[in-house]
RNA sequence: GGGCCCGUAGCUCAGCCAGGAUAGAGCGCCGGCCUCCUAAGCCGGUGGUCCGGGGUUCAAAUCCCCGCGGGCCCGCCA
């Protein structure tokens, strides 16, 4: 895609970047690019960049300058470049970069967006990756927008990219709930979702559990502070026992009595945890794998309604059967890192970092951040969580012969993640430690109520879905009446799914995210439906012109007529540059920006310049090259981020 | 106690990494616009001690230091 290349190079930051960078020796074209601004209005001209901040220490300036906006002026998009109160500023010449544009346009069509990468790497994107105990909910869901998300970016970008889901079936949780499963010795009803029934069957064994542990520390209350806490403490829990009871009683009293029953839950609970990492119960091991193949069924169901589904589905048990995990203890063992907490085998990571300090720079980690030894191995034998991810970690290079692998993961996970990467190196997979990123994003909130998955409370990802279709639907309804239920639904599901997903990667992920639901599914400016409804606007031109775009019969005079029409103009052809950047900076959230300017450009210009009645041949045209070019970026964009385009809302 | 992240309009957020022109959007609120390609739209108005205090600089929302407020992490949990 030869013009797609030529168009990104014509963007004014990258004609900038080049031609500044020529005269300028030791100034990076990403600095300029990063400088490059549009002008406020009262200044005139289109594009600035504050040129005297890159002159510092130069000599000559003035004939550095003049030298400068000479090379500039040889560019055919550029009309005009100025010095002003420190400043460089160009003029675009519009009718030029509409060629160039539209050119571009009409060779590559629907493959208009980025230019490949000079550089394709073969990229692991892991997401979502929830503990299978209880349905998706909001938290995962940012995870998975953006995991999903990065990769279509990626892709987009000439990427070779594969997502996967890390099935975490060996810790404690899953343990709990499979517990809780064999004691409720029944299947999932028919009507509902198996996640969600296994969520209220995970809340109320760990809710009745915690129960019992409190009421033990109440025996044992030494002080009237310590009995206090457990009176206060079994006080809640008997209010959460409560709540989970009136949603499905028969389910709780069935669980009530067979867990009062056993003496020890926590001594069981241990034993099953065993039996399933060594393999030691046929029994056990079947209901771990069934219990979490349930729950897995209802997250599928949910992340293909979102669309984004992953490609591979990893076992963490898989892992520990085979010997990836042995294999990295056994490599671990070798190094002169190997150090003893409390008699449980470790990794002192802190020896590493002052042995080998350049994996601070190497690795991004924080210089006076202290890394507390990372335990392998508990004194019983059994590997943890840190242990068996620096295995997953290794097979997801090896599985997809990977150069990068990207980890979506919540920030609160952090250390742990720095302690993968440096366990990595510390085994002497230095390469791989510097190529796994930790994609870390902040909670998600919903005002006015907290969440917890071991006492079942919790906002779903299905609950926040339904909620958006069915404010869509309403909406829907009044507009089309005429439509078929069918008809009326299909663009209620697409407007309320697309709803969520904008919003959730529409943030900064290191910003924690407030999740307000109303406003999610209020469909004005800034939301997807409003990208939708401007993609059904350009779309619709299009579809009552019912003719191929006349590329032979523009008029390029009819690109700076007007000023609105020539904006959107110049907004469109930085499509390439600003995708690219957004995809190798892994920030959807600048691509989401563009495209909400885009769509606010293109309504603006809409209802005054009137494209199906205009007369003169060669406007027509011109007007029909840039909705079919709008048209197209708006399609791409959302699929992008994996929101339908419909073609009518 | 130590570390990481966040703090910008009543609310939700861009801008900070890469310092530069009078700090931008959306929501909300007030007032207008459908014989015309979709009014989930458009136009106008309203709204800011950029958490506080110092410092660096010709220039600070942006960099540095000291505080304040909120979230998270510092387990033989995951």
Not at 82 to 97: H, K, M, S
Not at 270 to 279: C, F, K, T
Not at 385 to 390: C, F, N, Q, S, W
Not at 550 to 577: H, K, V
């Amino acid at each position: 895609m030869k013009q797609l290349n030529q168009l990104y190079e014509t963007t004014p930051y990258r004609l900038l970047a080049k031609t500044i960078t020529r005269h300028i020796p030791g100034v990076e074209e990403k600095l300029v690019e990063y400088l490059v601004a549009e002008i406020p209005r009262r200044y005139g001209g289109d594009y600035g960049i504050p040129i005297m901040r890159l002159l510092r220490g130069v000599q000559d300036r003035e004939e550095k300058i003049n030298a400068i906006i000479n090379d500039l002026k040889q560019s055919p998009v550029i009309r005009d470049a100025v010095y002003t109160r420190g400043y460089l500023n160009i003029d675009i010449n519009e009718a030029e970069l509409a060629k160039t544009l539209f050119n571009t346009v009409k060779a590559v069509g629907e493959e208009f967006g980025p230019p490949k990468t000079a550089k394709p790497e073969r990229i692991v994107v892991e997401h979502t990756s929830a503990n299978p105990t209880h349905p998706l909910h909001i938290g995962h869901a940012r995870n998975m927008c953006l995991g999903d998300t990065l990769a279509r970016m990626l892709r987009k970008r000439g990427h070779i990219v594969q997502t996967r889901f890390y099935i975490n079936d060996m810790g404690r949780q899953v343990a709990v709930l499979v517990y809780g499963y064999m004691k409720a010795s029944t299947k999932p009803p028919e009507n509902t979702k198996p996640d969600h029934w296994l969520g209220l069957v995970y809340a109320i064994t760990h809710t009745l559990i915690d129960l019992q542990e409190a009421k033990k520390k109440l025996k044992q209350a030494r002080t009237h502070e310590e009995y206090q806490e457990a009176v206060n403490e079994i006080d809640k829990l008997m209010a959460a026992l409560a709540k989970l009871r009136s949603k499905d009683p028969q389910l709780f009293d069935k669980l009530a009595e067979a867990i009062q029953q056993d003496p020890d839950p926590e001594k069981t609970i241990s034993r099953i945890m065993q039996e399933y990492e060594y393999r030691l119960n046929p029994d056990t091991v079947k209901a771990f794998r069934e219990v979490v193949e349930l729950c897995l069924q209802g997250f599928r169901e949910t992340m293909k309604r979102v669309d984004a589904l992953p490609e591979e589905w990893d076992w963490e048990s898989d892992l520990a059967w085979t010997s990836m995990v042995e294999k990295v203890i056994k490599e671990a063992l070798r190094t002169p890192y190997i150090t003893y907490k409390e008699g449980a085998l470790a990794l002192d990571l802190q020896k590493l970092l002052r042995d080998k300090p350049y994996l601070y720079e190497k690795l991004g980690i924080p210089r006076n951040l202290e890394i507390p030894p990372l335990v392998l191995r508990r004194s019983d034998g059994t590997t943890l969580y840190p242990t068996r991810d620096i295995a997953y970690t290794i097979k997801k290079f090896q599985a997809f012969n990977a150069d990068k692998v990207i980890n979506v993961i919540a920030a609160e996970q952090r250390l742990e993640q720095i302690q993968v990467r440096l366990a990595l190196a510390a085994i002497g997979r230095e390469k791989e430690a510097a190529n796994t990123i930790h994609y870390a994003y902040e909670m998600v909130t919903i005002p006015g109520r907290s969440m917890s998955g071991r006492r079942g409370e919790y906002i779903t990802l299905d609950e926040v879905i339904e909620a958006a279709i069915a404010r869509a639907r309403q909406e829907v309804d009044k507009r089309y009446p005429e439509l078929t239920e069918e008809e009326r639904q299909a663009i209620a599901e697409g407007v309320g799914i697309g709803a969520v997903r904008y919003s959730l990667v529409s943030v900064s992920a290191t910003k924690p995210l407030t999740f307000n639901i109303d406003e999610a599914v209020n469909f004005e400016r800034n939301t997807a439906p409003y990208i939708q409804y401007t993609y059904a606007r350009a779309y619709n031109i299009l579809r009552k012109h019912n003719a191929p775009i006349p590329w032979e019969e523009i008029d390029y005079t009819a690109a700076g007529e007007r000023q609105d029409r020539r904006t959107l103009l110049l907004l469109a052809a930085n499509y390439p540059y600003i995708y690219a950047k957004a995809a190798d900076e892994l920030k959807p959230e600048i691509l989401v920006a563009y495209i909400n300017k885009l769509a606010d450009k293109f309504n603006k210009w809409y209802p005054t310049d009137h494209v199906i009645r205009e007369q003169d041949p060669g406007k027509k045209a011109f007007k029909l090259a840039l909705v079919y070019t709008i048209k197209t970026i708006l399609e791409n964009t959302l699929r992008t981020l994996g929101i339908p385009a419909l073609k009518r809302l």
